[in-house]
């Protein structure tokens, strides 16, 4: 349950640091042009097709952000999975408590595995991706902050 709630409370962070940034872009960039109702919006882009109005860019470039901030986050996420299969010294763990567990299940007249063991072999896969997500987590609010802090005007 607590690794759960870490990962929310990273993801909210992610997307806090952001939309940080992106507040410090228009605070700099913009600083007279305000966000638009869902009416403007419109009027703009569909009634007058003024497609190159800085309001239309500003609001395509948050969109664009934040989708693909957001694809790359899962892709990474997804893909951190198999890191631990990547790394030779995690593979031949892994492999071995696997090793361990079948054996065991095979000695066991119902074929049952102590659940430390299980416990073990879960550790040793996932605490390498958790660790890869919580630094590039770590890592994506450091850069976001000091965008922040040197994009936005004292």
């Known amino acids: ?23 410090a872009v228009d605070n700099r960039l913009f600083p ?37 901030v957001t694809v790359i986050h899962l892709v990474f996420a997804f893909a951190h999975l198999f890191v631990p299969l990547w790394h030779r010294r995690d593979r031949d763990r892994i492999t071995g408590l696997i090793r361990v567990i079948r054996e065991k299940a095979a000695a066991h007249p119902e074929g049952k595995v102590p659940e430390a063991d299980c416990r073990r072999l879960a550790t040793a896969y996932y605490f ?5 997500i919580v630094l590039g987590t770590l890592t994506l609010w450091m850069v976001g902050y000091l965008l922040y802090t040197l994009i936005t005007p004292c």
Do not use: K
């Open 128 to 132: 390498p991706w958790e660790h890869g």
């Open 1 to 23: 349950m607590l690794d759960v709630l870490a990962a929310i409370a990273l993801l909210i962070g992610l997307y806090g640091a952001i939309f940080l940034c992106l507040v």
């Open 32 to 68: 007279a042009v305000e966000l638009f109702p869902v009416d403007r919006w419109r009027e703009l882009f569909w009634e007058q097709r003024d497609w190159f109005n800085p309001e239309i860019l500003w609001l395509t470039l948050m969109a664009s952000t934040t989708l693909i």
